[in-house]
């Protein structure tokens, strides 16, 4: 079961310290939990997701931040996802999305579209 270690912000950044699992069963309470810390800091413009106490994450909790990560782009706050454990790491990995949620890739992908 997941857990909300913390939620903490200043100014133009906020964080959220998850522990356990984030799975099927915890979706419900990441979501929630990133649209309440968004609202109770709107000058945010990162959204720091710390899940170095996660021990699990399966691919609907992948998702979940998958989609937060696009939401939240659109409104131009940018997610991160920090201090993943080898195995959330691994996952991310292995599914595709560690650069884009960790933004460990931002500066070495190319450019896209016109210049």
């Known amino acids: ?53 996660v021990s699990l994450i399966d691919s609907t909790g992948v998702g979940v931040l998958v989609a937060a990560h696009r939401t939240l782009a659109d409104s131009g706050v940018r997610l991160l996802v920090t201090n993943p454990s080898k195995i959330v790491e691994r996952v991310m990995k292995v599914t595709g999305v560690f650069d884009v949620l960790t933004g460990s890739g931002i500066s070495a992908r190319p450019r896209r579209g016109p210049r």
């Open 1 to 53: 079961m997941a857990v909300v270690q913390s939620v903490e912000g200043a100014g133009p950044w906020a964080r959220i310290r998850f522990s356990g699992e984030i799975d099927v069963a915890t979706t419900d309470l990441v979501r929630e939990t990133i649209a309440a810390t968004l609202a109770d800091h709107s000058e945010a413009s990162v959204l720091e997701i710390d899940v170095a106490g």
